[in-house]
């Protein structure tokens, strides 16, 4: 049954009157994009740099208080990462209340990615895009590649997510949607389309991402479903894994009142 353009208006309007009162406890405004380009890590914090080759995946452990700079050193590519609790793998990444929780579908600079359990997995303390990134669709798959490249032989992200779950005792059941670095999607009418937004791009863009929890972390280095390149030409991505700190006044645990409740969840479960 089709809704009147007065009950889709009643709807958009208690929806912006709620987010109004989540977002009037924010407790601080979040930041500009991250300068391009990045501040170099310094050496004695880097464990190690992987390069995610063009159409691959990789995956790795992550402790907490470690990070990862994901970053397009080779070209523009779009990064799929899921990732789930070293301890406990039915705790999971959780998008959708991610987005719903923080009022956003920006994944930006201070923002904070949740699993299903309500805990904080990571911190987005850089992020050059200011939340150029893909929490709504997913990533690619064969059947979506061989409509969009009729003849070329590809790899795709639903495969490689399986392949890495596999390599990590997971099964493709474990596998959450997945949230797609440096693709700058966006819903860009009144009826849901989605739209590529190349401009929210500066060609050569990183993320910080910290660990709050120990974590299982894996990528996917394939072209986005809505990528409107014509050719499957990905690049390769280079990932670093470094130890940092948390300072008192860390913005990421302080710039909603999701997020203060979500790092209590984590205290909670460690005490």
Known sequence: MSRTPE???ADRARYEEHQKKGLAFATRALPEASAV??????????????????????STVLRKGEALRVAQPHGPASVALVCWSAHDTSERLN???????QWDTRTQKGRVLFSDMGRVMLSITED????????LLGGSTAAANA?????TATRNTRDN???????????RRDIPLALTLFAPIRVSDEDGHFAWQPGLLNGNDYVDLRAEMDLLVAFSNCPHPLDPGPAYAP???EVTRYVTE???DDLCRMATAEAVRGFENNARAEA
Do not use: R
Request: hydrophobic share 50%; aromatic share 6%; charged share 10%.
């Open 161 to 171: 997510l399986v392949l890495a779950a596999g390599k990590l005792g997971l099964s």
């Open 37 to 58: 380009p990045a501040a170099p890590i310094a050496p004695g914090s880097v464990v190690a740099t992987e390069t995610i080759a063009a159409g691959w995946y990789w």
């Open 128 to 135: 050059s895009s200011g939340g150029a990134h893909d929490v």
């Open 246 to 248: 948390v300072t008192a």
């Open 235 to 237: 690049n390769p991505v």
């Open 7 to 9: 009950q889709i208006a």
């Open 147 to 151: 409509a969009k490249y009729p003849g």
């Open 95 to 101: 998008l959708p209340d991610t987005v719903k929780v």
